[in-house]
């Protein structure tokens, strides 16, 4: 058989695969969107830029590392380059390989919040926009029609993944759980541990909650937040979850702790203004709420109400991976890049 | 309060201005309330005011002696220093254009056409974008408005509308136009071009041929540029006497109509109302682009990417390679390929 008659398509996805921290981050979005690739049969070859560049004083390592993806790309030929946040290349870089490779579709997703109201606003744009000009598409985690400052022809809408693989939980099944909900903040995934100073405004909201007679799993405003298994672990033993977004609502932005509520089966409170309505439906998927008062009554209403709470649980865990699950993502991503045809038209998708 | 003002540096060709409208219209739709003024090459001046959503025109005076120039640089900073600007865009990048804009008030930003000014901008805090040509420019200017926080939505562009049209030509008869300019004479061209080099006699076996391809369906409206083409001399022999530079014969018992020294504003008029272009790409396949006329434009083949950066925008364009007019005339694939798109229009 010809090797070369049947070509599938080729990936050379370029983003942290945290490999640095030695397992802790196994659940990172960008794990997950590899998954979705190896899922849907494409052939994903992974560059991790920052393990390569760990320990680059002076950025001295930057050279070799450009080298290094010019070999990969020569040796694997890929027809996407994907990349993730990988801010140790700037736009000068990102051109001279998209120069070098011209058949190449660049392309980039960037996760965290673009919402211009927030306070490290400009520091996300500059980031985005390193590689923005030369990808020829770019994936964000907000509707790209709330945002001035791009362009849509070239950006689109995805939503934080979840996998079968490692979104196992279902936390729904259980009445009694030692924990009537959980919550987590970290002060950037990397680092690990809470820093001295930094004020986060949702610790103020938390504060707010009255929830004296409940039981919570709260990390990253008294105890370090947790990591790897011992997130999973923390998770199982929680009814609920709490999904808080700094800044102000933003169309479809949110962060990835979203999946990991929803997708491990635990009853997920989701602030309203975000239009998440549009793909979970309130009180049948997950539960909106306004502001402190009415989110401390559905807790306490919730943890009571088995029933209710299971189901509204295992519906949110079914709706999610109907519309968000790795491999529909992943598939619409590469569809996007090469401007197929889409194979599966689903809400969020444009 | 002060009046609202935001200055546009474009003081090129009008090729390079036609392309930078959308960036002008889109920055227009989202502050609605500023003035546009345009500083602009003297040539275009006249033609840039036909367009509604510009509300001044400075012309640049640059085919001057130096001290002239020079003299005639500073009364311009003088004159342009009055007004503070919601925005400077130097969106031609040329070096006169942000040399007048440092001394000028206002945020400022640059599309940058060569490495030249990279430094100069960064030290002048700039907004910059660098005009790279390995994708369509329309991308770059994309980019930077995306800088200035707005955005190009190309679907919705309306180039012409409320534009001020001379029409001066009501055939009543659909029609294509072959635009016969310079650009198809190397010599009057660049020299190192496929020199494509229409013979009179060839020139009659083209239109013959367009017209066969067409089933004699469409008349033939040609049009010239702006340097004298001997070629064109001897071709226009057999035509009717001329009334005002239109020149008429019949082929096949079909119309063919020559106008000589033809207007850019002809030019619009003329393939606003046409079913068909061929020409040679340049500023007028972006005029039909604007009108969403098919068309076939003749490129040079060692300069793909440079086209593309000024045509991968162009949904109706369909790019063919240079060749002589005798290969033309025996390219069938040219023919099948204007009767499919025009079949398909």
Known sequence: MNLFSKKGTKILHIADMHQRHQGRLFYSSGKKINNGFIKNNFNVLQISDRDFLKSNVFNYKKNSFINYIHNTIKNFNPDIILFGHVDSLNEKDIYELKNDHKDVKFSQYFLDTLDPNFEQFSRHKDRFFLKYQICDTNFITTNPSSLDFIDKSKTFFIPNICDRSIDILENYKYENLEYDIFFALSHGQHGGILKKGYIDERVEFINQLKLNDLKKNFFGIDKNPVWGEQFFLELSKCKMGLNLNRGMPIKYYSSDRISSLIANGLLTFLQRGYSYEEFLEDRIDVIYFEDHLELTDYIKYCSKNYNERSKIACNGKETYFKNFENILVTKYMVEKILEHKLSHKLSWMN | MDELRSLIFRTDRLGDFIISCPFIISYKKKFPETNISIVSSEYNSNYIKNF????????????????????????????????????????????????????????????????????????????????????????????????????????????????????????????????????????????????????????????????????????????????????????????????????????????????????????????????????????????????????????????????KFWTGHMTKLTLVERKSMCDLLNDNQFYNLLKTKINNS
């Open chain 2, 52 to 307: 509604s959503f510009i509300d001044d025109v400075v012309p640049l005076k640059m085919k001057i002696n130096f001290l002239r120039k020079l003299y005639y640089l500073f009364q311009m900073i003088l004159i342009l220093r009055k007004k503070k600007y919601q925005n400077i865009i130097v969106l031609d990048g040329k070096k006169r254009s942000f040399f007048i804009s440092l001394f000028l008030k206002g945020d400022k930003s640059i599309l940058l056409q060569s490495k030249g000014l990279v430094l100069f901008s960064k030290i002048f805090n700039y907004k910059r974008v660098i005009n790279y040509e390995i994708q369509n420019q329309i991308k770059n200017f994309s980019y930077l408005a995306n800088l200035l926080n707005f955005n190009i939505d190309l679907d919705n562009i309306k180039l012409y509308k409320n534009y001020n049209f001379k029409r001066k030509f009501d055939f009543q008869k659909k029609y294509i136009i072959i635009h016969l300019d310079e650009k198809w004479y190397k010599d009057l061209y660049y020299s190192d071009f496929t020199d494509i080099n229409p013979t009179s006699e060839q020139i009659n076996s083209f239109v013959k041929k367009i017209l066969h391809t067409t089933d004699n369906n469409f008349e033939v409206v040609i049009t010239s540029g702006s340097k004298k083409i001997a070629h064109l001399e001897t071709f226009l022999s057999d035509f009717n006497k001329p009334v005002n530079n239109f020149y008429t014969k019949q082929v096949n018992n079909v119309c063919v109509r020559f106008i000589k020294n033809t207007t850019f504003n002809d030019l619009e008029s003329l393939v606003k109302y046409s079913s068909f272009l061929v020409c040679c790409e340049g500023g007028i396949s972006h005029v039909s682009n604007n009108f969403n006329i098919p068309t076939i434009a003749l490129y040079e083949k060692n300069r793909l990417l440079h086209t």
